[in-house]
């Protein structure tokens, strides 16, 4: 059997899943390339009962895939049972997944409760009034300040900052996961390797998103925007004068789900270098007008950009 397995260490380590050893019998969480301090954003799940065969997922990098070990063609039987292993192994994954979401909501909550409201003056608001940034202001929104936050690079505590959160919310409104902009108290970003970092989840992150404000009605059409990041969102909703959620990344931003009512959306896309934002924002605008909703795409026309720095431009020009 240790033979058979032999070529399976290879596929994980090549599909980003970091293995020190094979574990067969049950379902094993493990890192990924990219991950950080406590993060297993890999899995697999070997079955030694007839050919080896090992399904495995990768989250951090959205892939996942099958390795069977070499021998013969399987026959009609053998490929029947190898069906129901990999139906197993699903099943297996989504319950631990489940438990693994019921295990950190708890935590986000208290962090979000413990939170304050954003005010012009702490160091949330001034960082968003240094990028030309309206503040929201109100307890009923999804962005809060944290006086201290514990910032964590990998196994090291780099000490504690203060922070803007933003609640991230499953388009039912279940909290899903905290996103985080660690700052200093002059209201600039902390100096850390990534100074915005996104929380443990606790659901399913396709269509979540940050809902500053509700739809609103316009000629008689209930419209909503979207953009990436919460800076871009705020600019754009400044910009065209409609509510604009952010999607915390293009990922998110191409899976979003429209709420119940909308009819129109505006897609806020950035213009990356890599053509992401655009294709992310395309593919969200062409699944909504399979839907039957009125969509659009606007991009900033400087390459490399994005609307909080279209917002910027603007102002400079005026």
Same mark, same amino acid.
């Given at each position: 059997?240790?033979?058979?397995?032999?070529?399976?260490?290879?596929?994980?380590?090549?599909?980003?899943?970091?293995?020190?050893?094979?574990?067969?019998?049950?379902?094993?969480?493990?890192?990924?390339?990219?991950?950080?301090?406590?993060?297993?954003?890999?899995?697999?799940?070997?079955?030694?009962?007839?050919?080896?065969?090992?399904?495995?997922?990768?989250?951090?990098?959205?892939?996942?895939?099958?390795?069977?070990?070499?021998?013969?063609?399987?026959?009609?039987?053998?490929?029947?049972?190898?069906?129901?292993?990999?139906?197993?192994?699903? &099943?297996? &994954?989504?319950?631990?997944?489940?438990?693994?979401?019921?295990?950190?909501?708890?935590?986000?909550?208290?962090?979000?409760?413990?939170?304050?409201?954003?005010?012009?003056?702490?160091?949330?608001?001034?960082?968003?009034?240094?990028?030309?940034?309206?503040?929201?202001?109100?307890?009923?929104?999804?962005?809060?300040?944290?006086?201290?936050?514990?910032?964590? !690079?990998?196994?090291?505590?780099?000490?504690?900052?203060?922070?803007?959160?933003?609640?991230?919310?499953?388009?039912?409104?279940?909290?899903?996961?905290?996103?985080?902009?660690?700052?200093?108290?002059?209201?600039?970003?902390?100096?850390?390797?990534?100074?915005?970092?996104?929380?443990?989840?606790?659901?399913?992150?396709?269509?979540?998103?940050?809902?500053?404000?509700?739809?609103?009605? &316009? !000629?008689?059409?209930?419209?909503?925007?979207?953009?990436?990041?919460?800076?871009?969102?705020?600019?754009?909703?400044?910009?065209?004068?409609?509510?604009?959620?952010?999607?915390?990344? +293009?990922?998110?931003?191409?899976?979003?789900?429209?709420?119940?009512?909308?009819?129109?959306?505006?897609?806020?896309?950035?213009?990356?270098?890599?053509?992401?934002?655009?294709?992310?924002?395309?593919?969200?605008?062409?699944? +909504?007008? &399979?839907?039957?909703?009125?969509?659009?795409?606007?991009?900033?026309?400087?390459?490399?950009?994005?609307?909080?720095?279209?917002?910027?431009?603007?102002?400079?020009?005026?």
């Amino acid at each position: 059997m240790t033979a058979a397995l032999h070529s399976l260490a290879p596929a994980l380590a090549a599909a980003g899943l970091l293995v020190d050893s094979i574990e067969p019998g049950r379902l094993m969480r493990c890192r990924v390339e990219g991950d950080r301090r406590g993060q297993t954003s890999g899995a697999y799940r070997v079955f030694t009962d007839g050919r080896p065969a090992a399904p495995w997922w990768n989250w951090k990098a959205g892939t996942s895939g099958v390795w069977v070990a070499d021998g013969p063609p399987l026959t009609a039987a053998q490929q029947h049972h190898q069906r129901q292993r990999m139906a197993q192994a699903q &099943r297996e &994954r989504q319950q631990q997944q489940a438990e693994q979401w019921a295990q950190n909501l708890p935590g986000l909550i208290r962090q979000w409760n413990s939170a304050q409201p954003l005010t012009e003056h702490c160091p949330a608001g001034v960082y968003l009034a240094r990028r030309g940034l309206p503040v929201p202001v109100g307890d009923a929104l999804p962005l809060r300040y944290a006086p201290q936050l514990d910032y964590w !690079d990998g196994p090291e505590r780099m000490g504690s900052f203060p922070a803007m959160l933003a609640a991230v919310t499953s388009p039912a409104g279940a909290l899903v996961a905290l996103h985080r902009t660690y700052l200093i108290e002059d209201g600039h970003k902390a100096p850390v390797p990534t100074a915005k970092k996104l929380t443990r989840t606790a659901g399913p992150m396709a269509g979540a998103s940050i809902k500053l404000h509700p739809p609103l009605l &316009r !000629d008689g059409a209930l419209v909503l925007g979207l953009a990436e990041g919460i800076e871009t969102a705020i600019a754009a909703s400044v910009l065209a004068g409609i509510p604009v959620w952010p999607c915390v990344s +293009a990922g998110g931003l191409e899976q979003f789900e429209p709420p119940a009512g909308v009819q129109r959306l505006y897609v806020f896309a950035d213009n990356d270098a890599s053509g992401t934002g655009q294709r992310a924002a395309e593919r969200l605008a062409q699944r +909504a007008a &399979r839907m039957g909703l009125e969509a659009r795409t606007l991009t900033p026309l400087s390459p490399g950009t994005d609307w909080a720095d279209e917002l910027i431009a603007r102002r400079a020009a005026a």
